[in-house]
């Protein structure tokens, strides 16, 4: 595998973080190629090297996120599910910039749908309507639920500056999903 040299990373970094603070300043709609070069100290001609426009730099800035959950999903399968959870609040609160923005953001729909569909695999893993609590049910109807209620809270979580620990939150949300799931 090729090694890429550091200065692309840094550069592709500095403009994916350019981006998403212009976002949590103002509509994405308002935001220019020049804005996002100024922003992250580099010429337009860089970003264009790396993206098609700024509609390519989003996609790939949301899509790295999605990745990213998806793997740790994979590798939290392992782990009992507080223990899962609570990583996944850490990485919401390490990377609290982009899910703020993204979650609070006007032209960031796309990305509550992506999110939103990605819990909703995940948790179709979770949902058994052979026995116990959910006999009967709708599987679809209880995973719709359950999906929307957890990217609802996150989403409050985020908006409201994370008023409890990613351990807290994710014991809080786990009790939650028991009485559910």
């Known amino acids: 595998m090729p090694k890429i040299d550091r200065r692309i990373i840094k550069s592709q970094e500095a403009i994916k973080k350019a ?24 010429n337009r ?3 264009y090297l790396h993206y098609l426009d700024k509609f390519d730099l989003l996609d790939k800035i949301m899509e790295e996120h999605i ?9 939290a399968s392992e782990m009992d599910w507080l223990e899962s959870t609570v990583h996944c609040m850490e990485y919401f609160k390490s990377n609290y910039l982009f899910f703020s923005t993204m979650l609070a953001s006007e032209g960031a729909t796309y990305f509550r749908s992506r999110f939103l569909q990605f819990n909703i695999e995940e948790f ?11 006999v009967g049910q709708s599987e679809e109807v209880i995973v719709q639920f359950v999906a929307n209620a957890y990217v609802g809270v996150v989403e409050w979580w985020l908006k409201n500056g994370m008023p409890y620990p990613p351990r807290v939150m994710a ?8 009485r559910l799931v």
């Open 67 to 75: 990745n990213n959950m998806n793997n740790f999903c994979e590798s």
């Open 19 to 42: 981006l998403i603070e212009l976002m949590s300043e103002k509509s994405f709609d308002n935001i220019t190629i020049q804005d996002i070069a100024d922003k992250a100290n580099v």
């Open 45 to 47: 001609g860089t970003i």
């Open 171 to 178: 014991e809080k949300v786990g009790d939650l999903l028991d």
């Open 124 to 134: 179709k893993k979770d949902v058994d309507i052979t026995k116990g609590k959910n």
